[in-house]
């Protein structure tokens, strides 16, 4: 299902969200991982001028644990948490990764997830620094190098024929005593483990917080974020909403799950190839523990194309931030229908970049 390029005001927002989790263990524990720094948020005066707003600041989540995306930081905190679940641990004492390690050590485990593309990635280098496995399932269309990276961290990838979707369930099916599956989505019975996720997140609100601290500037009144099945979404909301923001949401028009939903008024479905550009955000159904935050958190859905995200990759490029198709979804949305968006001069405009060139040879083409 393709769902037409443009704009959808959400009837449903009421300025609501869930409270943000504490982010004081969630940032002692990826503290304790290696190569832990906050990434850098970038002021883009360029992009303020062309958008009309007062300031952009991008956060750059090209270089994040070592990793070209994000993700880790779900991923993470999902595994820690699950593993002192499995293994009846108080999460307060193992603290960090060297007590995770303890945890874990001498065990038999396998972590499971699906993924379209960082997630796995992401779970895949977390079981190496457990030394466990990980299998990870992908979708039959994702391109070569996001597998190859994959297999590069130590992990088994089994490639399932069909959607984003159809991985999912296919990970779900193989969870038992040996096999943990740590998945950024929830269905029906396993919700606690894509919450954990959503939590993981809470890292990149805490830095942004303390980055515009430290710059004397104040706190965004505009957030764009990129919907895949909402976990990234859901804690942008939590972090950004009870501090005044309004929060934009950006899709693939081949892949606007949320949109659809909002237009429905339930959670909806959307099928086809779900093979934008956009690797990271073919998803065709709302993960169902983000969906109630989305819903009432984001005020406006917007539904991309591929040409749009090649165009908002070039312009972060100008700036100096090297994204992925999936990373520049969020600018792609305000570059496409700023009009459309009530955008105002004196906004404080927040772009995540969540994530850098996963896919080497398409930067290339696209932004040389």
């Known amino acids: 299902m393709t769902t037409a390029r443009g704009v959808l005001a959400n009837p449903a927002a009421n300025g609501r969200s869930a409270e943000c989790a504490d982010s004081a263990p969630v940032s002692r524990f990826h503290g304790s991982l290696p190569d832990y720094q906050p990434t850098p948020l970038v002021s883009a005066p360029s992009l303020a001028e062309r958008l009309g707003v007062g300031s952009v600041h991008v956060k750059d989540e090209s270089n994040r644990l070592a990793m070209p995306s994000f993700k880790i930081l779900g991923a993470s905190w999902a595994t820690f948490r699950v593993l002192c679940d499995v293994f009846g641990a108080d999460p307060d004492v193992v603290?960090?990764?060297?007590?995770?390690?303890?945890?874990?050590?001498?065990?038999?485990?396998?972590?499971?997830?699906?993924?379209?593309?960082?997630?796995?990635?992401?779970?895949?280098?977390?079981?190496?620094?457990?030394?466990?496995?990980?299998?990870?399932?992908?979708?039959?269309?994702?391109?070569?190098?996001?597998?190859?990276?994959?297999?590069?961290?130590?992990?088994?990838?089994?490639?399932?024929?069909?959607?984003?979707?159809?991985?999912?369930?296919?990970?779900?099916?193989?969870?038992?005593?040996?096999?943990?599956?740590v998945s950024d989505t929830s269905w029906e019975g396993y919700r606690q483990v894509p919450g954990w996720v959503i939590d993981g997140y809470s890292t990149i609100v805490a830095e942004v917080s303390e980055q515009l601290a430290a710059s004397g500037e104040r706190a965004p009144t505009v957030v764009v974020v990129q919907i895949g099945v909402g976990a990234f979404a859901s804690a942008m909301i939590r972090g950004f909403l009870p501090r005044g923001a309004r929060i934009i949401g950006s899709e693939p028009t081949l892949a606007a799950c949320v949109l659809e939903s909002v237009r429905a008024g339930r959670l909806a479905r959307v099928g086809g190839r779900l093979d934008s550009s956009m690797a990271g955000l073919n998803c065709g159904t709302p993960s169902p523990i983000a969906w109630p935050e989305m819903r009432s958190g984001i005020s406006t859905l917007v539904a991309v194309d591929d040409a749009d995200a090649e165009e908002a990759m070039r312009a972060l490029a100008s700036v100096g931030v090297v994204s992925g198709e999936s990373g520049a979804a969020g600018l792609a949305a305000l570059l496409a229908f700023g009009p459309e968006l009530d955008l105002r001069a004196d906004d404080r405009v927040l772009i995540i970049s969540t994530e850098g060139a996963t896919d080497p040879v398409a930067y290339a083409k696209i932004v040389g």
């Open 95 to 181: 603290a960090d990764l060297d007590g995770l390690r303890r945890l874990v050590a001498d065990s038999e485990l396998t972590l499971v997830a699906a993924t379209d593309g960082n997630h796995g990635r992401a779970l895949a280098r977390m079981a190496g620094l457990l030394g466990l496995d990980a299998q990870i399932l992908v979708p039959q269309d994702m391109v070569a190098a996001r597998i190859q990276a994959i297999e590069d961290e130590g992990a088994e990838v089994v490639v399932v024929p069909g959607t984003y979707d159809e991985a999912v369930s296919a990970s779900a099916r193989l969870a038992d005593d040996r096999h943990i599956v």
